[in-house]
Every structure is written in C-alpha cells, then in structure tokens.
C-alpha cells in the first residue's frame, strides 16, 4: 500500500502504540486484498459484544485502554453495535455474573478509548445516517448494507478490531466498496410481486442474498418502483446481508445511485427472477412445530415506529409465552415516555435496550430458560439461530403476537 | 504433488490434514465455538471438529463477528489450523489477520473440488500456495 507521510509516522510509533498496532492491522488487511492506499472516513461503528470477544478478546481491548491519557482516543466518531446484555434485564435473561462482568469490563475500556457507548445496530435510523458518498468505517452488516444502499455512503463489512481500528486513525485501506467500479450491479433480480409486512421483505432479502451468494455480488432488485420506507429497507438489507454476505443492493429509481438501470449497470447483467413462491418457501422451510417457547421481535433492533404498531398489538391482551422486543437506547426512552413500553410489558412482554438477542449469549439464554421454538418476524434472526440450538421460525408481527397469547404459531 | 495457487494471501506457513466442503462459513452462524465442531443443522460439515483443521470451504457468509471470533478461538486452542476458500468477504481477512491464521483465496477452478477432504496439505501464504502432500 502506498502510504502517506502521516501513516508512515503512525508506523514507526511517533505517535504511540494504539495507532502504530490499529495501522499495522489495517495495512495487512488492505494488502491481502491489494488497496493502492487508505480512504479518510467520517464514522466508525464498532461491533463488540462479548460472546463474539470471549476473555482474550477483552483483554486485548483492555490492553489498549491501558496506555496513557493523550495516546489512546479514538480520532473520529466512532460508536457501538449492540452489547452483549441489556444490563438491567440481565438476571431475567439468564445470564450469568461472569457475562455480565465481561460486558462492564468491555464498556470500561471502550469508554476510555474515548468511544461513544450507543449500543445500536439502527443507528441510521437513531444517530446519524452516513450520506452519499460519505466513506465510514461500519461494523454490522445490517448497518453496512443499509448505509451503503438506502443512504448512498461507502463501507465495507468492518469486523470489530477494523471498525476500531478505523476510529484510532481516521481512515481504513481503499478497497472493495470504496470503490467505485466494485459498486455497479453484478446480477439483475426481477421480482413479480411487492411484500406487505416485514417479515415478508425479510425473506424476499434472504432469498436474494441466497442467489446472489457472496460478498462481492451487488443485485439490481427491479420490479419494486417504489420505496418502501427505512423499516422494510432494514429487514430487506438485514436478511439479503445475513444470507448471502451482500453489502450493497441498488434499486432503480429508488436508491439514491441508481437513479437509472444504466447508472449502476451499464452492461447487460444476468438475470433471475423471484416470485412470492419464493419467501413462501423460504418461510415454510422454518416451519417445524406449531408450539412456541419465546416470541423474539429483534435483528435488528426495533424503531420508534416498529414498537407503536407493537404495542398497538399487544394492547389488551395477555401472554402465555414470554415476548421480547429489543430496541436502541435512543428509542426506548421515546417508548417509555409514549406508553408503549407500558403496554407491552402489562400483556406480559418484555422490553429491552441496548442489545440485540443473537449477539447476547443466545445459547445458554436458551439452556437457561428453556427456550427453543422461537417465532420472531426477523428473517435474519432465523437464519442465525438455527446454529445456536433453536428451531427458530418466521412469521408476521401478528401472527407472532398471537402466538404469545396461545403458544401456537398458526 | 499438486500445487495450486491463490491470488490473495495472509499468514505463516502451515502444515494439516484439509476438512472439505462445497458450503460457506461463518463462526457465529455455523459453528459450536465451545466444543469446537460445525453446530448449523444445515451445514454439509455439521457435526465435525474443525479444530486444528485446513478448512477448505466455498465462500464467507454471515456477520461481522467471526473476526473477534477467530481470535477469541485462537486463543483456546479450539481454532482451525488454516482457511482456504474460493472467494472470502473482508471479516474473515480481518479475522485471519488479528487471530494469526493463515488464508488463501481465489483460485483457478473450485478449490473445494480440487482439495481432497482428509487429505494432507501444506500451505505457505508468503508464496500464495497450497500443496497436497497426500490423498
């Protein structure tokens, strides 16, 4: 990598060892995959929760928080994907002491880093969106896909130890979807049809993630002319992002680069189609007992809106299975204040903030309390939590509601 | 001897017997990080150890967590030895780069049908290459 005058000052260590350690890995990292040099970004998003880190994790977070005021801070905004725990639900949860102790220890040293402890994975929709063009540093693959489809801005995935390396020196190697040429459309999908709920724009971007595959593919989705709001793009991007590694989606006419086909495929492309046969099948393949243990609303965290149709939901009713709905700790307060917390909690839900329930030691969240037949209305959510021991399954906000009340999914 | 070769490369050379499977790989999502085997009911490797194995896989899939997991796993001793796949996304190259495994990826043809599962092979990243020792 072509390295500029600053950088190589970062690399012999005059401006201590955080930066020096977070350029060297950046460098590795950009070398692997050939960048010419390192792209200035506005905003890192740091995924740290301690399931993922484990104690050597920590401790090496720990190892940097330890060198001296002055030497260690982060050099732009730079803010956090969910934790691990919902702190004040954590005996609820089942978890554990020695959990929670690694989220505070995880907190502590984050904190010192001069870290913003925003605990959310919609923070397009919470904090501060990225904007066309705008290059950033992103680490959830539900913020990069939406960052970089809906809003226009330039990420790759940036794992945990990049996404921080990122905020230590301002910048990240200039490879993959920092560049322009990696961002035109690699495979036209055409869809006959225009998804209702959530749950059903999920498993249309599950299915689309599936048949494109891989990391380096970007579909054009036509057939869908209109938008159809952030929440539908969330679950839409979450699922495609979650089953098939896609960081980028264009749709023309929609997302703010394609305004035309030809601006984002000026070449003919290969072509598949998708109908409603498709999300069907993807739905009914996680169809494997009608009996439910937990209802999840969660991945990604619920907004404002989100929890108002919930709660309109929930409204009058009574639980006879657990319910969770997770949201940012930007949101919960609006929920709190605007009663939909109150009414969710009094038909027996729970509310939590500031985690997400796959990143929150799901496993023995699940040996804990018994919990395996999930329903949720998260297509990503299934998709990651077959591997954790459930037999999660996917449906409509509605129908996941009444299947607390009666603990059958119908 | 077969000798194949990648185009992208990181890490040191290693020595092991290959764990083969036309699928792709994510650690949150595929794998039982405490008892060290593929755990997704639908992975064609679920059941298997990969600890102290060449993984030879088609592509990287899932989430951003697999770059502090490949490190967390490192540090147990319940790793793979090596990653080998035909295409990978930037979170596994940021996963080999912080957890010390060696990687390579993108080859000439399907290295997941070129690669033998259980055989021997060698891998050296400073030369972008993957040797099979023996069937």
Redesign the interface.
């Known amino acids: 990598m072509r390295l500029s005058e600053e950088e190589r000052d970062i690399l012999a260590g005059k401006l201590g060892p955080v930066p020096r350690l977070a350029l060297e890995h950046q460098v590795k990292v950009g070398d692997f995959f050939g960048a010419e040099d390192c792209v200035a970004v506005t905003q890192a998003h740091v995924m740290a929760d301690t399931e993922s880190l484990g104690e050597a994790g920590v401790r090496w977070l720990e190892r940097l928080a330890a060198e001296k005021e002055g030497r260690r801070r982060v050099r732009i905004p730079t803010i956090t994907d969910p934790r691990g725990t919902d702190f004040a639900r954590a005996a609820f949860l089942g978890q554990t002491r020695a959990m929670v102790s690694l989220e505070e220890r995880v907190v502590g040293a984050l904190v010192k880093l001069g870290v913003m402890m925003t605990d959310t994975c919609i923070n397009y929709q919470t904090v501060q969106p990225a904007t066309l063009n705008e290059h950033v540093a992103f680490g959830d693959t539900g913020v990069v896909i939406y960052s970089n489809s809906v809003c226009g801005a330039r990420s790759n995935f940036e794992g945990g130890p990049s996404a921080l390396a990122a905020g230590l020196t301002g910048r990240t190697p200039r490879y993959g979807f920092h560049l322009e040429a990696k961002r035109r459309a690699t495979l036209a999908v055409r869809v006959d049809f225009t998804p209702k709920s959530l749950n059903e724009w999920g498993a249309l971007g599950g299915v689309i993630g599936r048949l494109a595959g891989h990391y380096w593919a970007v579909p054009l989705v036509e057939g869908l002319e209109a938008s159809p709001g952030s929440d539908a793009f969330k679950h839409f991007g979450a699922a495609m992002a979650s089953f098939g590694s896609i960081a980028l989606f264009h749709m023309p006419g929609v997302t703010p680069e394609a305004r035309r086909r030809a601006d984002v495929a000026p070449d003919p492309l290969p072509q598949v189609g998708v109908t409603r046969a498709d999300i069907e099948a993807l739905e009914k393949s996680y169809r494997q007992d009608d009996a439910v243990d937990v209802v999840v609303f969660s991945a990604p965290q619920l907004s404002l809106l989100e929890l108002a149709e919930l709660a309109a939901q929930c409204d009058g009713r009574r639980f006879a299975v657990p319910l969770l709905a997770v949201t940012s700790p930007q949101v919960k307060p609006d929920a709190d204040r605007m009663g939909y917390t109150a009414t969710i909690e009094a038909a027996g839900g729970t509310v939590l903030s500031g985690m997400c329930f796959y990143q929150s030691y799901a496993r023995e969240i699940a040996e804990a309390k018994g919990w395996k037949r999930l329903a949720t209305n998260s297509a990503k959510l299934v998709n990651i939590l077959g591997g954790y021991g459930y037999l999660p399954m996917l449906a409509s906000m509605e129908q996941c509601v009444e299947a607390a009340r009666t603990g059958r999914l119908k | 001897m077969i000798e194949l070769h990648a185009r ?3 890490g040191s050379p290693v020595t092991g017997h290959a764990l083969v499977a036309r699928d ?1 790989f994510s650690a ?5 990080r405490v008892q060290g085997i593929f ?5 064609k490797l679920a059941g298997e150890s990969y600890v102290g194995k060449v993984l030879v896989l088609d ?11 490949l ?2 796993m ?3 001793g319940v790793a793979p030895l090596a990653l080998v796949f035909n ?5 596994l ?3 080999a ?2 957890g010390d495994i060696p ?1 390579l990826a993108g080859f000439d043809g399907d290295i997941t049908a070129l690669v033998p599962n259980g055989a021997q092979v060698t891998i050296e990243p400073q030369k972008r290459v993957l040797r099979i020792l023996q069937v």
């Open positions: 992208h490369a990181i792709g949150r999502y595929d794998l039982d755990s997704r009911p639908a992975h592509t990287a899939k899932g989430g951003v967590a697999s770059s502090w997991m490190h967390e490192a540090s147990r295409s990978v996304n930037p979170i190259v940021q996963g780069a912080f990687m």
